[in-house]
């Protein structure tokens, strides 16, 4: 089953926008979130008939923010210092399971920023069995 998107959605160092067919390598992570806030929807064509490009118009090409020792592609710090819009932290935040609430918007940009940046650093150290205690 593929799905449609109803919003701009940023997984995998990619952006979908509205009514793009998300590929069908998303994280099952990453599609259950999606759908539990209902921002996909079902779509009922086969795989082979989707074409792979569509997405390949927006402004993907010189991406690098994955952090390598997390393939799932969290964006670097400076990537996540270098999201102007609180609407686009908000998105990227819930592609990486972060839930910054509906009163988002009324905290600065570079608060939300930081409660991102802590957030993967605290993902991180628990997917890498938090390599960083007992020094």
Same mark, same amino acid.
């Given at each position: ?56 118009? #927006? ?6 923010? /994955?952090? %390598?020792?997390?393939? !799932?592609?969290?964006?670097?710090? $400076? ?31 570079? #608060? ?6 802590? /957030?993967? %650093?605290?993902?991180? !150290?628990?997917?890498?069995?938090? $390599?960083?205690?007992?020094?």
């Amino acid at each position: 089953m593929r799905y449609k998107t109803k919003v701009t959605v940023v997984t995998g160092g990619r952006s979908y926008k509205p009514g793009m067919i998300l590929p069908a390598d998303i994280s099952n992570a990453d599609l259950a979130f999606l759908k539990s806030k209902k921002f996909v929807e079902p779509v009922d064509i086969p795989a082979a008939l989707v074409d792979e490009t569509e997405d390949r118009e #927006d402004e993907g090409g010189d991406f690098s923010g /994955f952090n %390598e020792r997390v393939p !799932e592609a969290l964006k670097s710090p $400076e990537e996540i210092r270098k999201i102007r819009t609180k609407k686009d932290i908000f998105n990227y935040a819930a592609s990486v399971g972060l839930d910054l609430g509906e009163n988002y918007d009324e905290k600065a940009l570079k #608060d939300l920023q930081e409660i991102v940046i802590n /957030f993967q %650093e605290e993902k991180l !150290e628990e997917e890498t069995g938090a $390599e960083t205690e007992g020094e």
